[in-house]
């Protein structure tokens, strides 16, 4: 007996798709590179696109057969086409309208739901910019459940490498509910943490004793420093500026952590 496989629903690629999941298994053993050595160091991006368009004779040129092609029905090729376009020039405005037709139909076609949203999104930042997100990677929840070495690491990843390089800011936090001391140094561009007072913590330009759980109040930004000292919750020994200082070089997510200074 034979079976039609594809008289049935579900063989089909709803979810994910045969072209995409073996891709996948092919890149799990064999890491990003196809075994073409073309591609071994290619150009970045932006970089790659600005020689594609020059070489397809300028962005006019390379709309011009991409409506073509539009009008032709190779959605996919528009779409390929047109992106370098946009890499080389974001704010092209004819080229953002074919490629959010071009997606949208792409999404209209396309049999799984992950793909559908990719190309109905990407249509729809084209035309009425980027949707964001309503995720929170800093909700009091998330942060209750990381100890402080992984909260003073968020804040390392966020500082601002190349604004920060000349600084220099040392903070000793202390903690009446118990615990080692934990000092923060933004040297080189680089925020670093040590618990305890050895060596390596160095000296302070200014020392802040508070409870665990008011300088995780600090850090989300749902309190101030100069509210906690005012309240008797907080003391600072030597230059509060400095902490201002330090905070000044972190990048704020969107929403993240945010430190409250005087």
């Excluded at 579900?10 to 890149?27: L, R």
């Excluded at 970045?44 to 011009?64: I, N, Q």
């Excluded at 923060?184 to 759980?213: C, F, M, Q």
Aim: hydrophobic fraction near 40%; charged fraction near 25%; avoid cysteine.
């Amino acid at each position: 007996m034979v079976w039609d496989l594809d008289a049935y629903g579900f063989p089909h690629g709803y979810y994910g798709s045969v072209s995409h999941n073996s891709k996948a298994v092919y890149q799990r053993y064999m890491g990003w590179f196809d075994g073409n050595p073309a591609r071994l160091w290619a150009h970045p991006p932006t970089e790659a696109a600005t020689r594609y368009v020059d070489f397809m004779g300028g962005a006019d040129e390379v709309l011009r057969r991409a409506r073509q092609s539009y009008a032709q029905g190779d959605f996919r090729w528009v779409a390929e086409v047109v992106g370098h376009v946009l890499f080389a020039d974001p704010e092209h405005a004819e080229a953002r309208a074919l490629q959010a037709d071009a997606l949208e139909q792409l999404g209209y076609g396309s049999e799984n739901g992950t793909w559908r949203n990719f190309f109905l999104t990407g249509a729809h930042e084209l035309r009425h910019g980027t949707v964001g997100t309503s995720a929170s990677s800093a909700s009091e929840d998330l942060i209750g459940t990381l100890t402080l070495d992984q909260l003073f690491d968020s804040l390392a990843i966020r500082v601002d490498g190349p604004g920060s390089w000349d600084a220099d800011v040392t903070v000793r936090w202390r903690f009446t509910d118990g615990g080692d001391p934990s000092t923060l140094r933004l040297k080189n561009g680089v925020l670093t943490h040590v618990r305890g007072l050895g060596p390596a913590a160095g000296e302070p330009d200014v020392e802040i004793t508070l409870d665990e759980p008011d300088l995780r109040a600090l850090l989300l930004g749902r309190a101030a420093l100069a509210d906690l000292v005012g309240r008797g919750r907080a003391e600072v020994s030597g230059d509060p500026a400095r902490l201002t200082e330090l905070a000044a070089h972190l990048t704020e997510p969107d929403p993240g952590f945010a430190i409250v200074t005087p």
